[in-house]
């Protein structure tokens, strides 16, 4: 197994922001259906859903925005996040620092 030290220096805000947008809406989808359970009227259960959806969808990903930018303002300040990562098979030694599903994309451009 090989080891490595990688160091995080910036999240990108649009991809906090897609991420944080689909983990709103699926959270959104499981909190209304949920809520669907004692709710009897059909209109309430359909302004529930589109209510909470949408909200989670939004709310997560203004959320994420707001925390990757607060992170890398953090991140400026103190350096980085240092991660150890692992890497296992034939690929892991061929590009030092770099995962081996990147490193096979490479290799095909060499």
């Known amino acids: 197994m090989n ?3 990688v160091i995080i220096k910036r999240i990108g805000p649009s991809s906090a922001l897609k991420v944080g947008t689909a983990v709103g809406l699926v959270l959104g989808v499981i909190y209304a259906l949920l809520g669907n359970l004692v709710i009897d009227d059909a209109a309430e259960r359909l302004a529930l859903l589109c209510a909470v959806v949408f909200g989670g969808a939004i709310g997560g990903g203004i959320s994420a ?3 990757a930018w607060v992170y890398n303002i953090a991140l ?3 350096g980085g996040l240092q991660l150890e990562v692992s ?3 034939d690929e892991a030694g061929k590009h030092k620092g770099v995962p081996p599903s990147v490193g ?3 290799s ?3």
């Open 87 to 89: 890497f296992e098979g």
């Open 65 to 67: 925005l707001v925390a």
């Open 108 to 110: 095909h451009d060499e």
């Open 3 to 5: 080891a490595e030290t």
């Open 76 to 78: 400026n300040l103190t």
């Open 104 to 106: 096979s994309m490479m």
